[in-house]
Every structure is written in structure tokens, then in C-alpha cells.
């Protein structure tokens, strides 16, 4: 009988017949809104494209993604402040040289500050062991010498895992990761020595380079997107708790034409602020620690 190979991390464990918690103050959907705040290399290394790209220097991405960090993200912590949202900043280490003034904005509204590799120009999962263990490090010490402490959890560049990633996270002290996207609640994952390591869930449909970057969606169809899985999820919610995140990168719904949509999603969600929990992935990792052992899969 053919035995496919399994990464051994975590077990099949059906949403129904889960045992059941809530959240705090007794509700039943967690929302968070993760912002990546990241730099690119120029003329090298990777990128999300605007359009096909040419010989480098490819100065028509660079550009499109470097509007992001000097214009976008500001019109969008405009509104995050207006309709009092709290964020989890995702931030690549290489933006305290670039842009320190926006890691300093996200830190001045007490946003989470989410370890996001060194840059977007690369990815983890391709180097062995003991360079990815050192780009972690890089990464994990910068933020903890700017921040005044180490960052809770983690999104690899590129959602990029080697096969020793949880291992190299649960060892560097992190406590979630955000990397994988197969299930709408917090599930524990299994790493050597006896360590272990909590998967919250990341969206990769409400997330907008997929959408919108990938499935070509339009700014207004992505904001049906969140606004019908929100409403869809608070509908779910009442049977179990769950966690929605969304996904946002300021290149691409920082422009004005996407923002005037996005804010029409963020105004919905925000009116059911006394519903649903309005949080962070690391409160949500802290809620789940908290929990008698073998209520989180």
C-alpha cells in the first residue's frame, strides 16, 4: 500500500467534535489585520510584480512596491487610527535602515510588532540549516534591540518553510508562526526536542497579493471578499471559535482606487466591534497557551 510522505507536524483533526473555548469575553470570532511592512533589494532578488518584469534594475516594481513604505501605508494608518483597529505589523528587519519612521508608527499606536524575515528580496526555505537559523537570528535580534523585546511570532518571507522551520522558530523562542493557512482555528505543531510551536491561521484567500496580484480580482471584489467572509465567519462562529485574518500590503491596496474599497470593508467589520474579538495574532497565541492542554488541536 502506497504511504505518502507527511511533514509529521500536526494530526488530522476534524473541525467537528473539537472540543469547544472562547474567546475572551465570551466571543466567538477573533479578527486581526496584519499589515507587512517590507523592503526589496534593487536590482536583485525577488518581488510581487505589477507587471511582467524587465532586465534589472526593474525599476517599474521597485518603484510600484516602494509607494508602499513612502505614500500608501500612511493613507492606510490614517484609517486604521480613525476606525480604532489595532494592527500586527509584519515587519521584514531590513526596515529600521529603510524606513524606521514607519516601524516607529506602528509601535507609537501599540501595534504587534511580527517578525517577517530580514527581506521580501528572499526567502528562507532554500537555504540549509545553518543559514536559515542565521537569518531567523538576524532578523529575531534586530527587532528585539529596536523594540526593547523579542517578537512573538513569525511570517516567513514568501510564506517560505524548509523542512526544519518549526524546529528553528520553537529553538529561537518563538512562540506562533503565521505561516500556514489550512485551518480557520489555532493548532498546535510538533518540533524536535520536545518542543512545540502554535499555527495561527493566516489568510491566503483574504490576502491581498493572491487576490488581487494573483486571481487579478478587482479593489472592489476584494472588498466583497472580506466583507462576505466576515460576515459568513461571525454566521460560523456560532458553533465554534474562529480566527479571521486579512492580509493587506500598502503597494497594493494603499492606492487611493483599492483604499476607497478596502475602507468600505474595514467601516463593516469595525460596526461589529462589540461582537467579534478585535486582536492580534500574539493575543490570540496568548489566549491559547492559556487554555487547559488538549482544547487547541
Known sequence: MMKLQSHGRYDYVPLRGRPDYSWPSHRRLAVYFALNLEHFSFGEGLGAELAPGGPQPDILNYAWRDYG??????????????????????????????????????????DEIVGHGRTNAERQGILD????????KEATDRIAAEEGRPPEGWLGPWISHSHVTPDLLAEAG???MLDWCMDDQPVWFRCRGEKR?????????????????????????????????????????????????????????????????????????????????????????????????????
Not at 505614500?71 to 535602515?97: I, K, Q
Not at 486579512?246 to 467589520?269: E, F, M, S, T
Request: some cysteine; charged content about 20%; hydrophobic content about 45%.
Open 69 to 110: 513604505n513612502r505614500v500608501g501605508v500612511w493613507y492606510m494608518l490614517d484609517v486604521f487610527d480613525e476606525l480604532r483597529l489595532p494592527l500586527a505589523a509584519l515587519v521584514n528587519s531590513a526596515m529600521y535602515d529603510y524606513a524606521p519612521q514607519l516601524v516607529a508608527a506602528c509601535r507609537t499606536r501599540g
Open 129 to 136: 540549516e545553518p543559514a536559515e537559523k542565521l537569518l531567523i
Open 174 to 176: 518563538y512562540g506562533y
Open 197 to 297: 510551536i502554535l499555527s495561527v491561521p493566516y489568510p491566503q484567500e483574504a490576502n491581498d497579493i493572491p487576490s488581487i496580484v494573483g486571481r487579478k480580482d478587482g479593489a472592489a471584489q476584494f472588498a466583497e471578499i472580506l466583507i462576505d467572509q466576515f460576515d459568513e465567519m461571525m454566521e460560523l462562529s456560532k458553533a465554534r471559535p474562529l480566527v479571521m485574518g486579512i492580509a493587506l500590503h500598502a503597494y497594493i491596496v494603499g492606492q487611493p482606487h483599492r483604499l476607497r474599497h478596502l475602507k468600505r470593508a474595514l467601516r463593516h467589520i469595525a460596526k461589529h466591534r462589540d461582537r467579534i474579538w478585535l486582536t492580534t495574532p500574539g493575543a490570540i497565541a496568548r489566549h491559547c497557551l492559556s487554555l487547559p492542554h488538549g482544547i487547541v488541536p
